[in-house]
């Protein structure tokens, strides 16, 4: 079955603090992968994906993601996270020729002033 | 502005009173979804529809109905509720059907309480 993974739950760090959120899937052939930033009491927002070319995908507000293939894995990076990056994050996939997406349980992100 | 509402924003309500949350948005995007989102479990896709007329389940459909009669609207039905279907309901759209890259645009969200 197709899943995504987040092993992060709850993320405490300190303003500028690097920060590398976890997140694996099990999807065979080519997989569509999208990193979603929801602020408190806000709806989601897309932050990056990538779904082909450059494996290095950045996205908004310094945020990038690496996908790498033989690890089934495409994490989440900020070289120094502030304090508005306080909020939860999903990973979230899915293949082609499937009209289903699949989300990742969530990885809450706790910036500490 | 191009945008994805719902309506109610928040609903409290008892077991088996049918109730509808409704989706709609002005970006004339095919794809539309519905999602619950529970703590610790992120956000399950409930229904999806790729155009009028056309839907199917995602991966919790037990308990929900929904309808695509306009390319705009996509309402969530619920015939009759419980509370295990208490819950944050989000709707998203996006351009065309999942592929190449295509992303998602969400709605506010829907705070459904069923006692």
């Known amino acids: 079955a197709q899943s995504v993974s987040q092993h992060n739950h709850h993320v405490i760090l300190s303003e500028a603090a690097s920060l590398e959120l976890g997140c694996n899937y099990s999807?065979?052939?080519?997989?569509?992968l999208f990193w979603y930033v929801q602020y408190p009491g806000q709806h989601l927002q897309l932050l990056l994906k990538y779904f082909s070319g450059d494996p290095l995908v950045k996205g908004i507000k310094g945020f990038e993601a690496e996908f790498i293939k033989s690890k089934f894995s495409f994490n989440l990076r900020k070289p120094s996270v502030q304090w508005s990056d306080t909020a939860e994050y999903f990973c979230?996939?899915?293949?082609?020729?499937?009209?289903?997406?699949?989300f990742g349980t969530g990885t809450k992100l706790q910036v500490i002033p | 502005e191009a945008q994805v509402t719902q309506n109610p924003r928040y609903l409290i309500t008892v077991t088996g009173k049918k109730l509808t949350v409704t989706c709609s948005q002005n970006m004339n995007h095919e794809y539309m979804s519905w999602y619950r989102q529970d703590p610790g479990l992120g956000l399950r896709q409930i229904y999806y529809s790729m155009n009028v007329e056309v839907t199917d389940k995602g991966d919790v459909p037990e308990g929900y109905k929904v309808s695509r009669k306009e390319k705009r609207n996509f309402p969530l039905i619920l015939e009759s509720p419980s509370p295990n279907q208490t819950s944050l309901y989000f709707c998203?759209?996006?351009?065309?059907?999942?592929?190449?890259?295509?992303?998602?645009?969400f709605g506010p969200g829907t705070r459904l309480t069923v006692t």
């Open positions: 999807y065979g052939g080519t997989v569509n």
């Open positions: 998203a759209s996006s351009l065309y059907k999942l592929a190449g890259g295509t992303e998602q645009y």
């Open positions: 979230a996939a899915y293949s082609g020729g499937y009209q289903k997406v699949t």
